[in-house]
Every structure is written in structure tokens, then in C-alpha cells.
T-cell receptor
């Protein structure tokens, strides 16, 4: 499976600020995904990021709050904008291998104070 | 996202026993089915996937799929303390994953 890295691994941010999370894959992949895992909860898909097109957002998530970039087939960023304490979560990127399985990066643990 | 339900936990089993995890899903169009293991503070790790009705075995893990009943399960044989984790059932529809809430398994030594 692909090797996926995320930066930063964790951060503590002030309310009202923004944080950009990076996801790097060691091989080219068509589809990358961004998930959120709130404390004690399961994973919720935020958006699908395809290279060369706009990200596709799930219900309840909007581009102004979670802008996503996908400049090439190995890299994507997710920005959490105008943060509030409710945004405190683990943010995970995943990639879809050609066989359909998704593999996850190590995650970014975000705390908003 | 589509609904995925898992049997409520936590599930405690003695070492060497079989742990049985169940999952049902709402959308008959779901195409692929996955089990992830998540240790505390770590990201989910894919341990099993199944696409066709029936059983699929990989080491001590067996996944079972019944599309007519919209049911998928995971059996962990000869449970070890290292199997203590939260197990997440995930279902795809149109390449997107929907996750269940997870079942936390504790294996007692």
C-alpha cells in the first residue's frame, strides 16, 4: 500500500485562525479524501480531492470553511478556516488504491482554544 | 453518507477466544466492504476487505458478507491482547467510504 504522511502531526490553534494540513503520498493516486474524526466518534468524510478539478464536498461541509487543494497526483492540502473549538478533531487524509481499498495517513490532531 | 450500524460494545473476550463483530448497512447499492482496526491515538488500519458474498479468510481474521441481508461480519480467532482496539466497519458506494461507529474490543489475558 502507499505510504502517506501528514503535516503537522498535531497543533494547538487560537480561535479565528486557520490551519493548513498537508498530505503527501509516495506514489501517484487518482483519488484522495479528507476525513474528520471528532473525539470519541467515528470518521466522517469531508470531501474528495481529485487532481485537476474542484473538490467535492459532503453534506454539511463547505469550501469556504474547508478549502482543499490538489495540485498534483501525490499531494493535497486541507485548510480549516476561521477555527472554533468545535473544529477540534483529528483530520485524516486517505488515498484510494486502484483495487478500491483506502489507506489512511497518520492524521493531524487539532486543538482549538 | 449511507448508514452503517455496528453492534454496540465494548466487547470483552478472553485470550484465545473468538471475537465476533457485526455490521449492517442501509444501501443495497454498496459495492465494497472493509474492516479497519484503530488503536487508541492512531489512524485506522485496513485489515480486511470483501466484495463478494461468502467468507474470506486472512490469518486469524474471517470476513463474512451477505448482501441479501445487508450484513457483514468479522471474526477474530484465537484473540490476542494485541487485538485490543476499535474495529470500524466501512462500506463504499460510488467510491466513498461510510463508517460505522466502531466496536471496541478488549482481549483479557
Amino acid at each position: 500500500s502507499a505510504v502517506i504522511s501528514q503535516k503537522p502531526s498535531r497543533d494547538i490553534c487560537q480561535r479565528g485562525t486557520s490551519l493548513t494540513i498537508q498530505c503527501q503520498v509516495d506514489s501517484q493516486v487518482t483519488m484522495m479524501f479528507w476525513y474528520r474524526q471528532q473525539p470519541g466518534q467515528s470518521l466522517t468524510l469531508i470531501a474528495t480531492a481529485n487532481q485537476g478539478s474542484e473538490a467535492t464536498y459532503e453534506s454539511g461541509f463547505v469550501i469556504d470553511k474547508f478549502p482543499i487543494s490538489r495540485p498534483n497526483l501525490t499531494f493535497s492540502t486541507l485548510t480549516v478556516s476561521n477555527m472554533s473549538p468545535e473544529d477540534s478533531s483529528i483530520y485524516l487524509c486517505s488515498v484510494d488504491q486502484t483495487s478500491g481499498e483506502q489507506y489512511f495517513g497518520p492524521g493531524t490532531r487539532l486543538t482549538v482554544t | 453518507q449511507k448508514e452503517v450500524e455496528q453492534n454496540s460494545g465494548p466487547l470483552s473476550v478472553p485470550e484465545g477466544a473468538i471475537a465476533s463483530l457485526n455490521c449492517t448497512y442501509s444501501d443495497r447499492g454498496s459495492q465494497s466492504f472493509f474492516w479497519y482496526r484503530q488503536y487508541s491515538g492512531k489512524s485506522p488500519e485496513l485489515i480486511m476487505f470483501i466484495y463478494s458474498n461468502g467468507d474470506k479468510e486472512d490469518g486469524r481474521f474471517t470476513a463474512q458478507l451477505n448482501k441479501a441481508s445487508q450484513y457483514v461480519s468479522l471474526l477474530i480467532r484465537d484473540s490476542q491482547p494485541s487485538d485490543s482496539a476499535t474495529y470500524l466497519c466501512a462500506v463504499t458506494y460510488d467510491y466513498k467510504l461510510s463508517f460505522g461507529a466502531g466496536t471496541t474490543v478488549t482481549v483479557r489475558a
